[in-house]
């Protein structure tokens, strides 16, 4: 069974920083690169960044470009978002989810982990 745990959420300061967690216990088959993705009460979830599963492609969406980097440690099951100059816009909830590469991350649905909070104060 496939886990997906997030974490590193909090309050900011806008122009601060965090870095989220994704740690990844199970099997996921058929699925080649983990993303993030964000939800607010008022948006449907959006993806914000992706990674292939070599390291080598990585996907940003144009919001977060030049301020967020997406990484991963294989030995620790791990994939990090560190989320530089945050703007109140920012302010969501964030997820992981394994999926499937093609123009971003495709998440595989299903595997959607409880979430961590991003408030970013103005």
């Known amino acids: 069974q496939v886990q997906m745990v997030e974490s590193g959420g909090g309050s900011v300061q806008a122009g601060g920083s965090l870095r989220l967690s994704c740690t990844i216990s199970?099997?996921?088959?058929?699925?080649?690169?983990v993303g993030w993705f964000r939800q607010t009460p008022e948006k449907e979830r959006e993806a914000v960044a992706g990674i292939e599963a070599g390291g080598v492609s990585t996907y940003y969406a144009d919001s977060v470009k030049g301020r967020f980097t997406i990484s991963q440690d294989n030995a620790k099951n791990t994939v990090y978002l560190q989320m530089n100059s945050l703007k109140p816009e920012d302010t969501a909830t964030y997820y992981c989810?394994?999926?499937?590469?093609?123009?971003?991350?495709?998440?595989?649905?299903?595997?959607w982990g409880q979430g961590t909070q991003v408030t970013v104060s103005s």
């Open positions: 199970g099997y996921t088959y058929n699925s080649n690169c």
């Open positions: 989810a394994p999926g499937v590469w093609g123009d971003y991350c495709y998440a595989t649905p299903g595997y």
